[in-house]
């Protein structure tokens, strides 16, 4: 069984920063895409940024510029530097594995931004 723990969210103000990490432990295939995702209240969950194992990445227009992602694939880990942050950031971050036909989610940590 696969688990991602995430860690990091909280609140802070407009322009400030926070690093997400998402640690993933159990059996996950040695080629695998771990991700960000976001849902702000009444919206659909979509992409914040994703990577492969190796190292080729996927950003949402929205983030470009200020949001960085990144893994240490020797800790299955994958790292969210959110630089620049914006009321419209605020969100529950979900961390997600993917390879093969198998998906996992994390349980979220929520990020609030205060204008």
């Known amino acids: 069984q696969v688990q991602l723990v995430e860690s990091g969210g909280g609140l802070v103000q407009a322009g400030g920063s926070l690093r997400l990490s998402c640690a993933a432990s159990g059996s996950i295939f040695s080629a695998n895409v771990m991700g960000w995702y976001r849902q702000a209240p009444g919206k659909q969950r979509e992409l914040v940024a994703s990577i492969t194992t190796a190292g080729t990445t996927n950003v949402a227009d929205s983030v470009k510029g200020r949001f960085t992602i990144s893994r240490d694939n020797a800790k299955n880990t994958v790292y969210l530097q959110m630089n620049s942050l914006k009321s419209e950031d605020t969100a529950v971050y979900y961390c997600?594995?993917?390879?093969?036909?198998?998906?996992?989610w994390g349980q979220g940590t929520q990020v609030t931004v205060s204008s």
């Open positions: 997600k594995l993917s390879y093969l036909a198998f998906i996992y």
